[in-house]
């Protein structure tokens, strides 16, 4: 694809990967990816924001081939799919420097073998003329490196974000025109990457809000032309209050765990709660971390296996902690064949959430109608605590 252009002397760049499904051999992408570089052409020098993933810079190298100067090459973040075409880009334009906060230098050495001297350091607020058009660089930490900056274009009202508020979306939509497609691909992307660090975003956010923003053009994903769009949904995914929502992630063997795990989804449902029930064997992970956003109540379902949980809801338990999503509540229901450990080993895993333990509900062999009732009263306390504290 060729350049294509947002304003006057500003350009998109970059290239459109239809065809990856996995990000940092972790993160599923069903909907691929973009990698997304901006021109910026002021009346008296040029700028690049951001390159591309190292496997698509033939792409960018072939849009360059028109353009004959770079003054500046300004680095967002120092992950490979935004920094990896940094060397090349700084062979062929020999004067360019490359733009970074000071963290943001120091990793671009370490990762990229960049030379320190090819690279000014940028501190918060500070601008850079390019003749008719300035830069306004604005540090934004954490989203989700310690080194991340956003760029303002004033002249033009255009917020450049890099990872932050973007969507992993491959499309030849420059700008979002499928706002239900992009919010669940920002809220996947969001929740993967972003949601640990909601308290620094939410910072991050009263940072960029009270200047005039026509355009948010993120690195990944189509550019937002009604800014609103993305900025009310971030404002709902890192506030701390969680929905009237239970997520319920689970693995069964022989079926007496899912038996549990299936009454226990019809009782809450009964009592108005939103369920989103996953069994791992078969689940996008990503579509289970998406649900954590906004959810109130874990409840894992782990079957005993050796003593321990089923590894597979021990790789879950693991993840859910690692994401630190704002649930309040959790516990534990399982079938176990003899003896178990489960719940000691199970909360083990999850030391960063910050939860109330609800009752577990463990049971051996098949679940009986003791077991249901104890399910019944879970869903009691799941129904009148969410209640309690107002989640809706
Ligand atoms: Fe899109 Fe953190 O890299």
Known sequence: MKARKIRDGVYWMGAVDWDRRLFDSLIP??????????????????ALLDTVDPAMSDILMSQLESVPQIDYLVAHHAEQDHSGTIPLVIEKYANAKVIATPKGKEMLVDHLRIPAERIITVDDGETLSLGDKALEFIHTPWVHWPETMTTYLREDNILFTCDFLGSHVATTDLYVRDEARVYEAAKRYYAEI????????????????????DLIAPSHGPIYDRPSFILDAYRGWVSEKPKNAV???????????????????????????????????????????ITLVDAATIVIGAPTV?????????????LANALRPKLKFATIIGSYGWNTKVVERVAGLIPDLKVEILDPVLCKGGPREADFEALD?????????HQEHGFS
């Open 29 to 46: 992408l069903p909907d691929g990816t973009s990698y997304n570089a901006y021109l910026v052409q002021g009346s008296e020098e040029t």
């Open 194 to 213: 972003m949601m640990p660090f909601r308290k620094i975003i939410r910072k991050n956010m009263e940072k960029i809000e009270g200047r005039e923003i």
């Open 247 to 289: 997520v319920i992630p689970y693995i069964s063997m022989h079926g007496s765990t899912r038996e549990m795990v299936e009454y226990l989804v019809g009782a809450l449902a009964e009592r108005g709660v939103t369920v989103y029930q996953f069994d791992l064997a078969v689940t996008d992970i990503g579509k289970l971390a």
């Open 306 to 318: 050796n003593v321990g949980p089923h590894p597979v809801v021990a790789y879950a338990a693991y």
């Open 377 to 385: 009263d879970l869903a009691d306390s799941i129904a009148e605590k």
